[in-house]
């Protein structure tokens, strides 16, 4: 069955510290991978998406995944975060049939001044 | 480039009445989604529609919930007879649907039922 799953319910990191959120996947095809960031009362923004080619990919707003299909895993980088970070993140999985996108149920990033 | 637009962003009913929630895609985008999200939870996936064609309906609850997408005009996700269990936010989504192509989202409609 497809799923994802987000182990980190709430993560409370320093600004300027480093970051990374984790995200497994189980997909039974050649999986499509997103992170979204959705901040109180808005919608999901795309961060980053990984569909093939380089397993490091690049994002919006110094983020960066990297994709480990051995471990079935896609998590989310930050070098050094800011207070402007502190927002709410979703992993997702799709396919090439685009019938649905599962995503996990988020992880709560808090970041202390 | 408009976004998806999503219409009211807050609406409350109250028990029984019937809630339309609207939601506009992206510019060229064929491709809708619905999804629910309830308080301390992910998004559940509801259902995804091209237009005039439901494809998959597979998430959304056996009864008293519908959707549509005509060939002009907004999508609509219909709830009738609301009960409190509805009260979530819901969001669209829409995708030019082909390879390399992602959710784009709407800032959603809070529906809160009294």
């Known amino acids: 069955a497809q799923s994802v799953t987000q182990p980190d319910i709430h993560i409370t990191v320093s600004e300027g510290a480093s970051l990374e959120l984790r995200c497994n996947y189980s997909?039974?095809?050649?999986?499509?991978l997103f992170w979204y960031v959705q901040s109180p009362g808005q919608g999901l923004q795309l961060l980053l998406k990984?569909?093939?080619?380089?397993?490091l990919v690049q994002g919006i707003k110094g983020f960066e995944a990297e994709f480990k299909r051995s471990q079935s895993s896609f998590n989310l980088r930050k070098p050094s975060v800011h207070w402007s970070d502190a927002a709410e993140y979703f992993c997702?999985?799709?396919?090439?049939?685009?019938?649905?996108?599962?995503f996990g149920s988020g992880t709560k990033l808090n970041v202390k001044p | 480039n408009a976004g998806v637009m999503q219409n009211p962003r807050h609406l409350v009913r109250r028990r029984g009445q019937e809630a339309r929630l609207r939601c506009s895609p992206m510019?060229?985008?064929?491709?809708v989604y619905w999804y629910r999200q309830l308080p301390e939870e992910g998004l559940k996936f509801m259902v995804y529609?091209?237009?005039?064609?439901?494809?998959?309906e597979s998430g959304m609850p056996k009864e008293r919930f519908s959707a549509e997408f005509p060939k002009e005009g907004p999508s609509i996700l219909r709830i009738q007879q609301v009960v409190r269990g509805d009260s979530a936010a819901y969001f669209c989504?829409?995708?030019?649907?082909?390879?390399?192509?992602?959710?784009?989202f709407g800032n959603g409609t809070r529906l809160t039922v009294t």
């Open positions: 989504a829409s995708s030019i649907g082909q390879d390399n192509s992602p959710l784009h």
């Open positions: 997909y039974g095809a050649t999986p499509y």
């Open positions: 990984y569909f093939s080619g380089d397993t």
């Open positions: 997702a999985v799709g396919g090439r049939d685009f019938n649905k996108f599962y």
């Open positions: 510019k060229g985008h064929s491709h």
């Open positions: 529609l091209q237009k005039e064609n439901i494809i998959d």
